[in-house]
Structures are given as C-alpha cells and as structure tokens.
Nanobody, 124 residues
C-alpha cells in the first residue's frame, strides 16, 4: 500500500511562489514514480510534472519555465516549486505514484495511487 500526503497549498498573489510537498509512505517502487497533477474548476485533471524511470523530468507546457519538480530521497518526499503563479494555475494539486510506465500525458499503465490534494488559489 502507498500513502501520499500533499501539503503547502494556499492563497497567493499573481506572480508569487509556493512550494508543494508530497510525503510518501508504504511500498513506493521508486521516488521517480511520483509526479504532480492538478484539476482546475470545471476542467479535467491534467499533468503538471512527472519523472521518467531514469529521473529525467517532464513538464506540461503550462508548467515549463515556471515549475520545478525535485525530491529528497532521505525524506521520501517530492516537491513542486511553483514560481510566477498565474490565476489560471488555481487548482487542486495532487501527487500520484505509478507502479508502471506512463503515457505521454502521465496516465499510469499499472496501479496508480493518489493523495487527497492541496488547494492552490492564485488571486489578488
């Protein structure tokens, strides 16, 4: 079983920054299998940032140049640093662990585990 707990969300002004954390426990195959997704009001859940099995990051076009995925292996934690935030970044952000490979959009071929999400609101 895999447990994922997100934290770090909140209200931030446009242009501001937040760092989200995803703490993993249980039998995570690899910390590289943990990525970030988000769901905005009225929209489908979408990929934000994931890693290949080799650890290379892949970002959604909307995240490139502004968001950075990182990890702390000792703490079994994955971070999402979000800079230059825009109102359209407002969403519930989820971390996800995948036991197999992913499609180009981040969908998991194996078993997928989700956290409960953390809300990010970007507004003045």
């Amino acid at each position: 079983q895999v447990q994922l707990v997100e934290s770090g969300g909140g209200l931030v002004q446009p242009g501001g920054s937040l760092r989200l954390s995803c703490a993993a426990s249980g039998t995570v195959f690899s910390i590289n299998a943990i990525g970030w997704f988000r769901q905005a009001p009225g929209k489908q859940r979408e990929l934000v940032a994931v890693r290949t099995s080799g650890g290379s990051p892949n970002y959604a076009d909307a995240a490139k140049g502004r968001f950075t995925i990182s990890r702390d292996n000792a703490k079994n934690t994955v971070y999402l640093q979000m800079n230059s935030l825009k109102p359209e970044d407002t969403a519930v952000y989820y971390c996800n662990a995948c036991s197999g490979g992913r499609t180009v959009t981040g969908n998991c071929y194996g078993a997928a585990y989700w956290g409960k999400g953390t809300l990010v609101t970007v507004a003045s």
